[in-house]
């Protein structure tokens, strides 16, 4: 049904017959699961992603607290 790359042997408007199209059906199947599988995988990194942004941000207010302290203790100390 398909050639060494995994194209059609002949165009689809020569596509005849059952087997074909149960052929045909069952690509489009294939395709089907793998981008719904690239979808999920999207979904994920997106989440990750996310966690990681408000991870770095929790990190960045943190630090710059400590700074703004560290600077407040030492002017006070220095007056």
């Known amino acids: 049904m398909s050639g ?3 194209d059609p ?10 087997e074909d199209y149960a052929a045909l ?3 489009l199947d294939q ?5 719904d599988h690239l ?7 997106h989440a990750q992603l996310q966690d990681l942004l408000e ?3 929790q990190a960045r207010r943190e630090f710059q607290e400590q700074m703004n302290g560290s600077g407040n203790t030492a002017k006070s100390a220095g007056s």
């Open 55 to 57: 991870t770095n941000r």
């Open 25 to 27: 059906d069952c690509m």
């Open 4 to 6: 060494p790359n995994g």
């Open 39 to 45: 979808e999920e995988k999207n979904d994920l990194l």
């Open 9 to 18: 042997q002949y165009p689809l408007g020569e596509v005849s017959g059952e």
């Open 31 to 35: 395709i089907n699961y793998c981008l």
